[in-house]
Structures are given as C-alpha cells and as structure tokens.
C-alpha cells in the first residue's frame, strides 16, 4: 500500500532554533499534504494544508510566519518550526491523500517528535 | 461541521477479555470515510481500517472488528481476546471524502491490558 514517511522521527533542538520536519510520499505523488499536531494526551489537530506549488492554507489560530510550509515537489512537504520554544515541543503528523486532488485515500506518516528544550 | 466523540477515555481490561471501543459521530456530508487508527506508546500512528459511508457492511480482520451503524451514526472497534501489545491510543476519525484531509479526529481513548 501507499507509503508516507516522515523524518526525523525524534528531534530535540534548543529554544531560539529552527527545526525542519519533511513529509514524503513513496510510491505515490501527492498534490495535497496536511499537518497535523498532537499534544500531550490529546487529539490530533489540523494545522494546515499543504498545497504543491502554492501557499499553504492554515487553520485559524496557526501562525504562519511560527510554522512554515514548503511543498516543493508533489512528493515532499516540509514544515519548518522557526524560533522554536518548549510550547512548540509536540508530536507533528503529516498526511497525504494518494490518487491526486482532495478527495483519495489517506495516509498518515509515522509522527516527528520535536521537543525544544 | 464535523465532530467524532469517543467518550471512554481510559478503558483497563485483563488480558483476554473483548473490549469495544465506542465512537460516535456527526457529519452534513453524505459521503464520507471513518477511520481507526492505534498510537502505541512509542507515538507512530498506526492505520487499521478505513470504512467509506456506502459500505456498512461489519469487517473482522483476526481479533479485531468493527461494527458501523449508520443509523445511529457509530463506528464502534471490537478486540477480542486481547493481549499486552494491544495496550495503547485508539483514535477514531471522519473525513468528508470529497476533502479527504479534513479530517477529525476523536480525543483517542488509551486502552491498558494488564496481564
């Protein structure tokens, strides 16, 4: 089955820092990535929309300028946490939806756990 | 709007007994997808199944099955005879399927099996 990586899977950074967290799909090309963000023994929330070769889309209450999203190729998505601080430490998930547009079968990737210290 | 209610958050049962894990939800779209994902404790999320609206047929794969009800808008997930390594998150999801990634997730319940 389709297949979406992420990586790193752990990061540990230092306040002030900036952290890249890549998404890729496979074996398949994805026009359309999400992330996610879970914190501690809590849902998984929607943070934004990656959109290939266009501006992400956010969910209200994400800062775009805090957390930048990158969709360069139609199979990576990169999500960059710039300055980060330890209310940014959490578990990011992206997913991506296999067979193009907006409406295929969706995979999700491992998770990336970033904690800045 | 979209919502997904898992209200048992904690659920300790021994290993062997059947435990269910209830979801309920609540969607305008006419078509759409429910998921049930695991989280063991080391954080990956892990899929199990993927259920389109059309299709309520019940799906048992091993010791794990589910029962979708469309008139009373649950996908509940039964485990039967679990063990140890069932132990984690169990997060129940909607999404439209005409915006696939708009998807909403319950708030997880943390299932512990003890031996």
């Known amino acids: 089955g389709a297949v979406v990586s992420q990586h790193p899977s752990r990061v540990i950074c230092k306040s002030g820092t900036s952290v890249k967290i890549e998404c890729r799909s496979l074996?398949?090309?994805?026009?359309?990535m999400f992330w996610y963000r879970q914190f501690p023994k809590k849902s998984l929330m929607l943070m934004a929309t990656s959109n290939e070769g266009s501006k992400a889309t956010y969910e209200q209450g994400v800062e775009k300028d805090k957390f930048l999203i990158n969709h360069a190729s139609l199979t990576l998505s990169t999500l960059t946490v710039t300055s980060a601080h330890p209310e940014d430490s959490s578990f990011y998930i992206c997913s991506a939806i296999a067979g193009g547009g907006t409406a295929g079968e969706l995979f999700f990737g491992e998770g990336s756990r970033l904690t800045v210290l | 709007a979209q919502k997904v209610t898992q209200a048992q958050t904690e659920i300790s049962v021994v290993e062997k007994e059947d435990v269910t894990l209830d979801c309920v939800y609540e969607t305008r779209d006419t078509t759409y997808y429910l998921f049930w994902y695991k989280q063991p404790p080391s954080g990956e999320l892990v899929f199990l199944i993927r259920r389109n609206s059309f299709d309520e047929q019940n799906e048992i794969s091993g010791r794990y099955s589910w029962n979708f009800q469309k008139s009373t808008s649950s996908f509940n997930f039964t485990i039967t005879a679990s063990q140890v390594v069932d132990s984690a998150v169990y997060f129940c999801a909607l999404s439209p399927r005409l915006r696939a990634g708009k998807s909403t997730f319950g708030d997880g319940t943390t299932l512990t099996v003890k031996p």
């Open positions: 074996d398949f090309q994805a026009t359309t």
